[in-house]
């Protein structure tokens, strides 16, 4: 898959500090909030340089266009890859996790020390005007698991798509 990403040498390593969730969200006035998402951007930046490897999720406000549930069993990967292309365009983002993981040798490189992980999440709102396909059974699971559709209307952060 090519070559190795460079290492970031120990004299530019980022320290890992203590970064409590209730500073981040939680009683901001409108600046303080702009300056929490900025300093949780900047810690995730930090986590990110200093990260043995990083995992990505998206939450999305659907998965498939299809409401045919049929037998999931029996789809292939390749299938269940291209039903995911076909219709993930036409879903809104709605959160980025990012995962930055490190390990913590103990003593010698090879030694199985601890694994270090760091999460971070960020609700995604489009910068431009956008119409969307929403699934209520996706974001009935979302609502179910946690997600804050309040926290997301509120405070989002924008981005832009890639141009074509």
């Known amino acids: 898959p090519g070559p190795p990403l460079p290492r970031v040498p120990p004299s530019r390593q980022l320290?890992?500090?203590?970064?409590?969730?209730?500073?981040l969200v939680h009683g901001m006035t409108t600046n303080?909030?702009?300056?929490?998402a900025a300093?949780?951007?900047a810690h995730c930046v930090s986590d990110i340089e200093v990260a043995d490897f990083v995992a990505l999720d998206l939450e999305f406000s659907g998965l498939f266009l299809s409401t045919e549930r049929g037998d999931r069993q029996a789809m292939t990967l390749e299938a269940y890859f291209?039903?995911?292309?076909?219709?993930?365009?036409?879903?809104?983002?709605?959160?980025?996790?990012?995962?930055?993981?490190?390990?913590?040798?103990?003593?010698?490189?090879?030694?199985?020390?601890?694994?270090?992980?760091r999460a971070?999440?960020?609700n995604l709102w489009p910068s431009d005007r956008r119409l969307f396909t929403?699934?209520?059974q996706s974001l009935r699971f979302l609502r179910a698991h946690g997600f804050d559709f309040n926290t997301?209307?509120?405070r989002a952060h924008a981005y832009a798509r890639l141009p074509e």
Request: charged share 25%; aromatic share 10%; hydrophobic share 40%.
């Open 15 to 23: 320290q890992w500090p203590p970064l409590r969730r209730s500073e």
């Open 32 to 36: 303080g909030a702009a300056a929490a």
């Open 39 to 41: 300093a949780a951007v």
């Open 82 to 117: 291209k039903k995911c292309v076909e219709s993930i365009p036409h879903f809104l983002p709605l959160q980025l996790g990012i995962c930055c993981v490190r390990h913590r040798p103990k003593g010698g490189a090879g030694d199985g020390g601890p694994w270090e992980l």
């Open 120 to 122: 971070h999440e960020f």
């Open 134 to 136: 929403s699934d209520l």
């Open 152 to 154: 997301f209307f509120e």
